[in-house]
């Protein structure tokens, strides 16, 4: 079945440094690919999307390119505050097998020190 | 607009009772889905509801159920409630369809079961 594999953390940053944080997948279909950030005691906020090959999400500062020969959904930021601290979670949607569920990777946690 | 709303955001139960959470979608909004959430697994799917009928459903006991009224709301019942149920449920709506559907989540249900 469908799957989502990204690096497991923690990610431990200092206030501007650049981020990366590793996502792949694996999709029978053609699927829709999405990153999500929970914050301490809240529920997941969608953070960027993209629907097809090469497009680019990007959303606050943070971008991520649908790669569809890598099979990668990389989210990347050039400069991190200390607001970014969250758990961020890739996920994808095999919206061609119908109105599937979000598969969701097992998130990453950032924390990012002053 | 408001968001999606979870009742209660805590809950403490005993082993082999049963619960009920509830989970009030954005005005619209035809899809409920939900989610367990637990350090160990990961965010796992549970069900989906689409206009009151169960359109997806995820690999969880049949202890697990969930309805969805004429309103849109939608209530997820754990029966005989086990240690291992302990988790965050988290509930997501979106309008229901397509690659460029995107699901807004609630803050979660933190069940605790002792």
Not at chain 2, 1 to 15: D, E, N, S
Not at chain 2, 51 to 80: D, L, Y
Request: aromatic content about 12%; overall charge positive; glycine content about 10%.
């Amino acid at each position: 079945g469908d799957s989502v594999t990204q690096m497991e953390g923690p990610v431990t940053l200092s206030e501007e440094a650049f981020l990366t944080i590793n996502c792949t997948y694996t999709a029978t279909g053609y699927p829709s690919l999405f990153w999500y950030v929970q914050y301490p005691g809240e529920g997941l906020q969608l953070l960027l999307k993209a629907t097809k090959a090469d497009d680019k999400g990007s959303n606050k500062g943070f971008e991520a390119t649908y790669r569809k020969e890598t099979t990668s959904f990389h989210l990347e930021k050039g400069s991190v505050q200390v607001s970014d601290s969250a758990v961020y979670f890739c996920a994808l949607s095999d919206t061609n097998s119908g109105n599937t569920p979000l598969v969701f990777g097992k998130g990453t946690r950032l924390s990012v020190i002053a | 607009k408001a968001g999606v709303t979870q009742t209660p955001r805590y809950l403490i139960k005993t082993r082999g009772q049963q619960v009920t959470l509830s989970c009030s979608p954005i005005s619209g909004h035809r899809s409920v889905s939900w989610y367990q959430q637990t350090p160990g697994q990961g965010l796992q799917f549970l069900f989906e509801y689409f206009s009151e009928t169960q359109r997806n459903k995820g690999n969880f006991p049949g202890r697990f159920s969930g309805r969805q009224f004429s309103n849109s709301r939608s209530e997820m019942n754990v029966s005989t409630l086990e240690l291992g149920d302990s988790a965050l449920y988290l509930c997501a709506s979106s309008l229901g369809g397509g690659r460029n559907t995107e699901a807004f989540f609630g803050q979660g249900t933190r069940l605790t079961v002792v």
